[in-house]
């Protein structure tokens, strides 16, 4: 039997927890989601208009524990963050 595939569901805002729940269990049931919720990142961005560097190493600390807890794949369910997340 092979492992279900670890799925690390990012999220910027508590809003994009359960429909992004929903859409996994419907279209992809096999897999095995978990959610990492940081809502101050949604309330940090807004304060200022650029991504910040201190932005940009958050994403790489969310990544590395992503990773840690056996992440096969993170999807970060906000596109606010474009750069940042390229850069995890």
């Not at 524990?65 to 850069?87: D, K, M, Q, W």
């Amino acid at each position: 039997m092979s492992k279900k595939p670890r799925i690390v569901l990012l999220h910027g805002t508590p809003v994009a927890v359960e429909p992004i729940g929903k859409s996994f269990a419907t279209r992809w049931p096999e897999a095995e989601t978990v959610n990492l919720l940081d809502d101050s990142l949604s309330v940090d961005r807004a304060k200022d208009h650029d991504l910040t560097p201190r932005m940009f190493e958050r994403f790489v600390e969310l990544g590395t524990y992503a990773h840690r807890i056996g992440a096969n794949a993170i999807l970060v369910t906000c596109s606010a963050f474009g750069p940042a997340i390229e850069h995890m």
